[in-house]
């Protein structure tokens, strides 16, 4: 067995996964297979004679290495660790890829609905313009007065949706002299902490 490749982690700067000292040109492009097999099993039968088209090969005489070569590069050159340590660098990036996603999408999402909004309270503002201008000269057309407050309501509702906040009153209605004296407390309180939300 050659020698092992703790000592070439602590003294390479690069990762493990790249070409290192112990990788031999005929022995790099099959370690790249191995390491880049991405569906179904990794194993040394699936690139017996299929090396990486990523890296240059060198002609090995039209022979394929066998098993037993394959499982002598596999041991002397750690690839076991050298793989994992690749793997769990790109479940890293491909995690980092699908937060950064979903932070996008969510800033995305929020800034189409704030555009929304804003082309709602712009509108408001024309309509409250035209109805300033119509008071004062009565050739501008502008909403009749039902009609901005419904508009305002809408936008008004659209924009708490957006906050989060509910958009309609709920009365609730109940007979309290069913409740004990602890029941009463605790409806209390939370209509409390409901009123100071308001």
Not at 46 to 65: A, C
Request: glycine letters at 4%; a negative charge.
């Amino acid at each position: 067995m050659g020698p092992e490749y703790p000592s070439y982690k602590q003294k390479r700067p690069r990762p493990i996964w790249e070409r290192g000292p112990l990788d031999t040109d005929q022995s790099w492009p099959y370690f790249v297979a191995y390491r880049n097999i991405t569906s179904g099993a990794r194993t040394l039968a699936r690139i017996k004679n299929e090396p990486s088209n990523d890296v240059k090969r060198p002609v090995l005489r039209g022979e394929s290495p066998t098993l037993e070569k394959l499982s002598q590069w596999y041991l002397d050159q750690s690839w076991h660790d050298r793989v994992q340590a690749y793997d769990t660098h790109m479940d890293s990036v491909f995690q980092e890829e699908r937060e950064a996603l979903a932070r996008l999408g969510g800033r995305k999402l929020a800034a189409e609905q704030m555009a929304l909004l804003q082309t709602g309270k712009d509108a408001v503002e024309i309509e409250l313009e035209k109805l300033l201008a119509l008071a004062r000269d009565s050739e501008h057309a502008a909403l009749k007065p039902g009609e901005l407050v419904k508009l305002m309501e809408t936008v008004l509702k659209y924009q708490r949706l957006v906050a989060g906040e509910s958009t309609e009153v709920i009365e609730e209605r109940s007979d309290l002299s069913d409740m004990s004296d602890e029941e009463l407390a605790i409806r209390l309180s939370d209509l409390r902490s409901k009123k100071a939300k308001i």
